[in-house]
């Protein structure tokens, strides 16, 4: 299921989260979450040139940027990307808080720089739309790979096939072929004693070859 497809599973609408209002007094600091529609976050990505980059030959090694780049799909203007995004939860002090604490300190950097947090979120979303795309036709293309090789696969194998049966078929002659003449070199033998022993009774000599051949 795509990232699109959860979002519709829950109505089309999702809740995105801005920066905690201050504290009054005892009061725990709150996180206000505002509602947005499918329709304000999803972008239209170029599917042609997805499609071109996923008929390329190396397909599977293209970078993930490249995929973005040929689906359209750009960063906000205000400099805050993705990348940027995931590069600061990875670094202090994010990576070693809480997940609530850091999540209430990063929607106070994006307010005070004044970045609204439904821009990663449609950026993010663009991505995996373009990833999934990207996926669709890439996997259409390697399925059209296997196919093909499963029937050439199918042909070489009944091509082994007839040549294993052609191949036990002339096993299976050699010997008979060798009894044959095996048999026909013993009757040859035999003629040709006895009609030595008729010639030899005119001729002072053998003229006619009896050696015992070696089989």
């Known amino acids: 299921m795509s990232f699109l497809d959860l979002l519709q599973t829950v109505g089309g609408r999702l809740g995105i989260l ?23 976050l999803k972008s ?20 993930y940027e490249k995929i973005f780049e040929a689906a359209g799909v750009t960063a906000p203007a ?23 604490l850091a999540q209430r300190t990063l929607l106070s950097l994006l307010n005070s720089e004044r970045v609204h947090p439904e821009d990663l979120v449609k950026e ?42 052609e191949r036990a078929r002339l096993a299976e002659r050699i010997p008979l072929d060798q009894d044959k003449l095996r048999e026909w070199r013993r009757r040859k033998r035999a003629y040709e004693r006895d009609l030595a022993a008729a010639i030899g009774y005119l ?5 006619i070859t009896t050696d015992e051949l070696a089989e």
């Open 124 to 165: 993010a979303m663009a991505q995996d739309q373009a990833l999934d795309a990207f996926e669709v036709f890439v996997r259409r293309k390697v399925e059209d790979h296997m196919a093909m090789a499963e029937h050439q696969i199918a042909e070489l194998d009944a091509k082994i096939q007839a040549l294993q049966t």
């Open 18 to 40: 801005e920066a905690p209002s201050k504290a009054t007094g005892g009061e725990a600091v709150k996180v206000a979450t505002r509602t947005v529609t499918l329709d304000e």
């Open 203 to 207: 001729t002072d000599r053998p003229v």
């Open 78 to 100: 205000h400099g805050w990307n993705v990348a940027r995004l995931e590069a600061l939860l990875r670094a202090e002090p994010y990576k070693s808080q809480e997940r609530a």
């Open 44 to 63: 239209e990505i170029r599917s042609e040139a997805v499609r071109t980059l996923a008929d390329l030959p190396a397909e599977l090694s293209v970078p």
